[in-house]
C-alpha cells in the first residue's frame, strides 16, 4: 500500500515556474515507478511524465518535453515535478501516482492532486 501527497501547486505568471513534490508513505515506495498526471476542467486526465523506481528511465509527453523534469528521492520517499516556462495550458490539477507507463489505468495509487494555474 501506497499513500500521496502532493504539495507545491499554486498561481503563477506565463514564463514562470514552479516545483511539486510528492510525498508517499509505505517501505514499498522504492519498488514503484512514479507518475505525473494532469487534468483540466471538462477534460480527460492526461499522462505528463513518468520515472522508473531507480529513477533510471525518464519520458515526458510531448507537451511538457523539454520543460518539465520528473526526479525522485526513494531515501525521502518523494517524487518531483520541476515545470519551467509554464503555459496557460498547462493549468491543471496535477496528481502523482504509483505505476508505470504513459496510461492513467497502468497506475494503482493516486494522490488527491493539487491545483496549477498559469496566468496570461
Known amino acids: 500500500q501506497v499513500q500521496l501527497v502532493e504539495s507545491g501547486g499554486g498561481l503563477v505568471q506565463a514564463g514562470g515556474s514552479l516545483r511539486l513534490s510528492c510525498a508517499a508513505s509505505g517501505r514499498t515506495f522504492r519498488n514503484y515507478g512514479m507518475g505525473w498526471f494532469r487534468q483540466a476542467p471538462g477534460k480527460e486526465r492526461e499522462f505528463v511524465a513518468t520515472?522508473?523506481?531507480?529513477?533510471?528511465?525518464?519520458y515526458y509527453a510531448n507537451s511538457v518535453k523539454g520543460r518539465f523534469t520528473i526526479s525522485r528521492d526513494n531515501a525521502k520517499n518523494t517524487v518531483y515535478l520541476q515545470m519551467n516556462s509554464l503555459k496557460p495550458e498547462d493549468t491543471a490539477v496535477y496528481y502523482c501516482a504509483a505505476g508505470d507507463g504513459s496510461n492513467w489505468y497502468e497506475y494503482n495509487y493516486w494522490g488527491q492532486g493539487t491545483q496549477v494555474t498559469v496566468s496570461s
Open positions: 520515472i522508473t523506481w531507480s529513477g533510471g528511465y525518464t
